[in-house]
């Protein structure tokens, strides 16, 4: 589980960055619905860290709540695992 993590989150760093790089030279962009399917797999630190390191998607409130709630839900979801994996010891 913690690869998944670490992999979508790279993806979603990265996707901050080469969208950051396509609207600074006016090239077909990566769509905002792509995005947000990053961050509600599992991705929102690498999207929140590609917003702040390439200040990119800072002022769209969305994005934010999204990463907050994708967070809360993951959260949720991690609590749920582990403690039905602690019953399977």
């Known amino acids: ?19 950051k790089w396509k609207a600074k030279y006016h090239r077909w962009r990566i769509s905002e619905k792509s995005l947000h399917i990053i961050i509600w797999t599992g991705g929102m ?7 702040i390191l390439f200040h990119h998607k800072t002022k769209k409130k969305i994005f934010y709540l999204s ?23």
């Open 1 to 19: 589980m913690t690869v998944y993590y670490i992999f979508l989150n790279m993806i979603g760093f990265l996707t901050m960055g080469v969208d």
């Open 45 to 51: 630190f690498g999207i929140w860290m590609g917003m």
């Open 67 to 89: 990463i907050i709630g994708s967070c809360i839900l993951h959260l949720i979801f991690l609590y749920i695992f582990i403690e039905h994996s602690l019953y399977l010891i």
